[in-house]
């Protein structure tokens, strides 16, 4: 783990973790996740931002939740030219999770540096407040193990079941249908998309992984796998709690 600046090359793997100061809630409603997620989306570039002020509301005219919502909001646009390939993310309500590669020298802290300016101001902005929202420079730690690689998406995936289910982290989970069946609801990370189920397909480059499990299928089987196994240990040294 490190919060020192360093110089990140062109194809660099990082799991990136931030969370809230004092781990106060970053999320407080549909909105604001949908908001993070289009971050992802649009300030994954080296071009300018645009719509910065964008608010996303459940009666908005612009359906945000369409999947391929992206697609259409960016027809006629130039092409993106992008920062960093977002190979897997999870948002929870007070910190998000991100696996990062680098397409340019320091890609990975360019992009960074505008997702969490352009959310605090967003964040402050909507709920007239002033100050740091999130608990100072972002954690990350460099992916080199080729071993451990694989595992990462299937644990940042598995995060959002320290809402219904804390133990997992414990290695005791009891119900392993119902904890999948959670996952398979929950809409904020990139697990449906790798699962075949179009949710945010636009934002996560997910060809590296779906190579490595080969395809949708190998992938939903090796998450159950994971979800009886809990075998944590194989991925200690890459996660940043």
């Given amino acids: ?63 945000f939740t369409d999947p391929i919502v992206f697609a259409r909001r960016y027809i006629g646009k130039k092409p993106r030219k992008l920062l960093v390939d977002i190979l897997a993310f999870c948002l929870m309500p007070n910190h998000y999770h991100l696996l990062l590669k680098s397409r340019m020298k320091n890609g990975i802290t360019k992009f960074v540096k505008k997702l969490n300016m352009g959310y605090a101001r967003y964040f402050n902005e909507k709920n007239k407040r002033s100050g740091a929202l999130f608990q100072g420079r972002y954690k990350s730690i460099a992916v080199t193990n080729e071993a451990y690689r694989i595992y990462l998406p299937y644990y940042i995936h598995l995060n959002p079941l320290d809402l219904i289910t804390p133990e997992w982290r414990e290695h005791s989970l009891k119900n392993h249908e119902k904890a999948l069946g959670f996952l398979n609801k929950y809409r904020w990370s990139s697990h449906l998309d790798y699962a075949g189920q179009k949710n945010f397909p636009s934002v996560t480059q997910r060809g590296l992984f779906l190579k490595l499990f080969s395809g949708p299928q190998e992938y939903k089987k090796g998450l159950e796998n994971w979800l009886k196994d809990l075998d944590i240990k194989n991925v200690s040294s890459y996660t940043l709690e």
Avoid: C, W
Avoid at 5 to 22: Q, Y
Avoid at 35 to 62: A, C, M, W
């Fill in 1 to 63: 783990m490190s919060y020192k600046k360093r110089e990140i090359n062109t194809g660099a793997i990082f799991h990136v973790l931030n969370r809230g100061v004092d781990k106060r809630g970053i999320f407080l409603n549909e909105g604001d996740y949908l908001r993070f997620v289009h971050n992802l989306f649009e300030f994954n570039n080296e071009g300018p931002i645009t719509n910065s002020n964008y608010l996303f509301q459940k009666n908005s005219n612009d359906n």
